[in-house]
Protein backbone atom coordinates (compact mmCIF):
# COMPACT_ATOMS: atom_id res chain seq x y z
CA UNK A 1 0.00 0.00 0.00
CA UNK A 2 0.95 3.41 -0.41
CA UNK A 3 0.69 5.79 2.55
CA UNK A 4 2.02 9.55 2.51
CA UNK A 5 2.68 12.16 4.87
CA UNK A 6 1.96 16.00 4.09
CA UNK A 7 2.22 19.36 5.54
CA UNK A 8 4.45 22.34 6.14
CA UNK A 9 8.06 21.82 6.62
CA UNK A 10 8.74 21.38 10.47
CA UNK A 11 5.56 19.43 10.64
CA UNK A 12 7.11 16.18 11.47
CA UNK A 13 6.48 14.23 8.67
CA UNK A 14 9.71 12.83 8.02
CA UNK A 15 9.65 11.35 11.93
CA UNK A 16 5.62 9.88 11.23
CA UNK A 17 6.70 8.16 7.34
CA UNK A 18 9.50 6.13 9.11
CA UNK A 19 7.34 5.33 11.99
CA UNK A 20 4.95 4.18 10.32
CA UNK A 21 7.52 2.35 7.78
CA UNK A 22 9.04 0.67 10.93
CA UNK A 23 5.49 -0.55 12.42
CA UNK A 24 4.35 -2.31 9.10
CA UNK A 25 8.11 -3.86 9.21
CA UNK A 26 7.32 -4.94 12.62
CA UNK A 27 4.42 -7.40 11.18
CA UNK A 28 7.73 -8.94 8.49
CA UNK A 29 5.76 -6.97 6.22
CA UNK A 30 7.63 -5.34 3.70
CA UNK A 31 8.06 -1.95 3.94
CA UNK A 32 10.37 1.30 2.48
CA UNK A 33 10.79 4.89 3.49
CA UNK A 34 10.45 7.15 0.77
CA UNK A 35 11.54 11.33 1.50
CA UNK A 36 9.31 12.41 -2.42
CA UNK A 37 11.75 15.13 -2.86
CA UNK A 38 15.17 13.56 -2.08
CA UNK A 39 14.52 10.36 -3.75
CA UNK A 40 13.00 11.71 -6.45
CA UNK A 41 13.98 12.27 -10.31
CA UNK A 42 13.37 15.93 -10.01
CA UNK A 43 15.94 16.12 -7.72
CA UNK A 44 18.30 13.63 -9.82
CA UNK A 45 18.12 15.87 -12.28
CA UNK A 46 18.55 19.09 -10.84
CA UNK A 47 20.98 18.01 -8.25
CA UNK A 48 23.12 15.40 -9.67
CA UNK A 49 22.89 16.21 -13.22
CA UNK A 50 22.36 19.62 -13.67
CA UNK A 51 24.18 20.71 -10.38
CA UNK A 52 27.27 17.96 -10.67
CA UNK A 53 27.58 19.85 -14.70
CA UNK A 54 27.38 22.84 -12.87
CA UNK A 55 26.59 23.86 -9.32
CA UNK A 56 26.07 27.63 -10.42
CA UNK A 57 23.26 26.62 -12.76
CA UNK A 58 21.03 24.49 -10.35
CA UNK A 59 21.76 27.39 -8.00
CA UNK A 60 20.59 29.98 -10.44
CA UNK A 61 17.06 27.66 -11.66
CA UNK A 62 16.11 27.44 -8.08
CA UNK A 63 16.59 31.03 -7.45
CA UNK A 64 14.77 32.07 -10.47
CA UNK A 65 11.95 29.95 -9.08
CA UNK A 66 11.83 31.95 -5.87
CA UNK A 67 11.99 35.51 -7.54
CA UNK A 68 9.65 36.83 -10.29
CA UNK A 69 12.22 39.65 -11.25
CA UNK A 70 13.54 38.63 -14.77
CA UNK A 71 10.00 37.23 -16.09
CA UNK A 72 11.84 35.56 -18.86
CA UNK A 73 14.09 33.27 -16.50
CA UNK A 74 10.94 32.81 -14.06
CA UNK A 75 9.26 31.41 -17.05
CA UNK A 76 11.83 29.60 -18.22
CA UNK A 77 12.86 28.05 -15.16
CA UNK A 78 8.93 27.32 -14.13
CA UNK A 79 8.97 25.39 -17.43
CA UNK A 80 11.37 23.43 -16.82
CA UNK A 81 10.18 22.45 -13.38
CA UNK A 82 7.02 21.65 -14.27
CA UNK A 83 7.94 19.30 -16.63
CA UNK A 84 10.71 17.68 -14.68
CA UNK A 85 7.58 17.35 -11.94
CA UNK A 86 5.35 15.54 -14.22
CA UNK A 87 8.30 13.37 -15.35
CA UNK A 88 8.92 12.46 -11.79
CA UNK A 89 5.29 11.99 -11.69
CA UNK A 90 4.94 9.93 -14.31
CA UNK A 91 8.29 7.72 -13.34
CA UNK A 92 6.48 7.37 -9.58
CA UNK A 93 3.30 5.95 -10.91
CA UNK A 94 5.01 3.51 -13.02
CA UNK A 95 7.49 2.03 -10.23
CA UNK A 96 5.38 2.39 -7.65
CA UNK A 97 1.76 2.24 -8.75
CA UNK A 98 1.66 -1.65 -7.45
CA UNK A 99 1.96 -0.76 -4.45
CA UNK A 100 -1.52 0.81 -4.55
CA UNK A 101 -3.53 -1.57 -2.48
CA UNK A 102 -1.09 -4.18 -2.02
CA UNK A 103 -0.84 -5.47 1.13
CA UNK A 104 2.38 -7.73 1.02
CA UNK A 105 4.75 -4.58 -0.02
CA UNK A 106 4.08 -0.58 1.46
CA UNK A 107 5.47 2.56 0.50
CA UNK A 108 5.57 5.51 3.19
CA UNK A 109 5.87 8.79 1.66
CA UNK A 110 8.08 11.80 3.33
CA UNK A 111 5.92 13.92 1.12
CA UNK A 112 3.63 13.22 -1.72
CA UNK A 113 2.21 15.05 -4.90
CA UNK A 114 -0.24 17.28 -2.98
CA UNK A 115 3.01 18.97 -1.30
CA UNK A 116 4.06 19.89 -5.00
CA UNK A 117 0.88 21.26 -5.90
CA UNK A 118 0.80 24.00 -2.67
CA UNK A 119 4.65 24.45 -3.52
CA UNK A 120 3.46 25.30 -7.25
CA UNK A 121 0.99 27.73 -6.14
CA UNK A 122 3.19 29.28 -3.27
CA UNK A 123 6.07 30.32 -6.37
CA UNK A 124 2.79 30.81 -8.92
CA UNK A 125 4.46 28.58 -11.48
CA UNK A 126 0.90 26.85 -12.57
CA UNK A 127 -2.01 27.99 -13.77
CA UNK A 128 -5.26 25.97 -12.34
CA UNK A 129 -5.87 24.08 -15.46
CA UNK A 130 -1.94 22.63 -15.16
CA UNK A 131 -2.91 22.29 -11.52
CA UNK A 132 -5.99 19.99 -12.10
CA UNK A 133 -4.18 17.72 -14.66
CA UNK A 134 -1.46 17.65 -12.46
CA UNK A 135 -4.12 16.61 -9.42
CA UNK A 136 -5.67 14.00 -12.09
CA UNK A 137 -2.50 11.90 -12.57
CA UNK A 138 -1.51 11.21 -8.89
CA UNK A 139 -2.22 7.78 -7.43
CA UNK A 140 -4.45 8.26 -4.19
CA UNK A 141 -2.43 6.93 -1.35
CA UNK A 142 -3.92 4.28 0.69
CA UNK A 143 -3.82 6.27 3.73
CA UNK A 144 -3.08 10.20 3.55
CA UNK A 145 -2.47 11.63 6.49
CA UNK A 146 -2.39 15.45 6.34
CA UNK A 147 0.37 16.87 9.74
CA UNK A 148 -1.26 20.00 10.69
CA UNK A 149 1.19 22.15 12.35
CA UNK A 150 1.28 26.06 14.21
CA UNK A 151 3.20 27.68 11.37
CA UNK A 152 5.05 30.13 14.14
CA UNK A 153 5.92 26.77 15.83
CA UNK A 154 7.13 25.19 12.74
CA UNK A 155 9.46 27.78 11.78
CA UNK A 156 11.10 27.85 15.00
CA UNK A 157 12.21 24.24 14.35
CA UNK A 158 13.04 25.18 10.46
CA UNK A 159 13.96 28.58 10.52
CA UNK A 160 15.97 28.83 6.36
CA UNK A 161 12.43 30.27 5.84
CA UNK A 162 11.33 33.48 6.71
CA UNK A 163 8.01 33.22 9.00
CA UNK A 164 6.04 34.43 6.00
CA UNK A 165 6.67 31.27 4.06
CA UNK A 166 5.11 29.22 6.46
CA UNK A 167 1.86 31.35 7.25
CA UNK A 168 1.08 31.45 3.39
CA UNK A 169 2.18 27.60 3.25
CA UNK A 170 0.12 26.82 5.70
CA UNK A 171 -3.05 28.66 4.28
CA UNK A 172 -2.61 26.85 1.14
CA UNK A 173 -2.25 23.57 2.97
CA UNK A 174 -5.78 23.94 5.09
CA UNK A 175 -7.31 25.14 1.01
CA UNK A 176 -6.55 22.27 -0.55
CA UNK A 177 -7.36 19.48 2.28
CA UNK A 178 -10.63 20.73 2.73
CA UNK A 179 -11.46 18.97 -0.85
CA UNK A 180 -8.69 15.88 -0.57
CA UNK A 181 -9.73 13.17 1.35
CA UNK A 182 -7.33 12.72 4.09
CA UNK A 183 -6.69 11.61 7.93
CA UNK A 184 -6.02 14.84 9.68
CA UNK A 185 -3.00 14.76 12.62
CA UNK A 186 -2.06 17.20 14.82
CA UNK A 187 1.97 18.06 15.25
CA UNK A 188 1.60 18.55 19.23
CA UNK A 189 1.40 15.00 20.38
CA UNK A 190 3.84 12.49 19.39
CA UNK A 191 2.85 9.56 21.33
CA UNK A 192 -1.23 10.39 20.12
CA UNK A 193 -0.45 10.45 16.31
CA UNK A 194 1.71 7.39 16.63
CA UNK A 195 -1.02 5.69 17.89
CA UNK A 196 -3.69 6.99 15.43
CA UNK A 197 -1.00 6.03 12.46
CA UNK A 198 -0.87 2.41 13.84
CA UNK A 199 -4.43 2.14 14.35
CA UNK A 200 -5.08 3.61 10.70
CA UNK A 201 -2.64 0.69 9.21
CA UNK A 202 -3.93 -1.90 11.11
CA UNK A 203 -7.57 -1.41 9.79
CA UNK A 204 -5.97 -1.05 6.66
CA UNK A 205 -4.04 -4.15 6.54
CA UNK A 206 -7.00 -5.80 8.14
Known sequence: ???????IDGSGKTTYAKFAAGHIQSKNLKARYRH??????????????????????????EA????????????????????LLLTDLVCFNIRYGGYKGARAKTLACDRYFYDEIVQMKYLGLARDKFLRFYKSLIIKPDILFFV?????????????????????KAG?????YMTIPHVGIQDSDL?????AIRADIDRVLG
Do not use: C, W
Open 148 to 168: KSDPTIAYERKREYNEDYFMK
Open 36 to 61: NVRDSFYHLILHNVIGGVSESSRASI
Open 172 to 176: LYSDM
Open 64 to 83: ALRSKGNRVYFSIAGFVKKV
Open 1 to 7: MIIAFSG
Open 191 to 195: KSNEQ
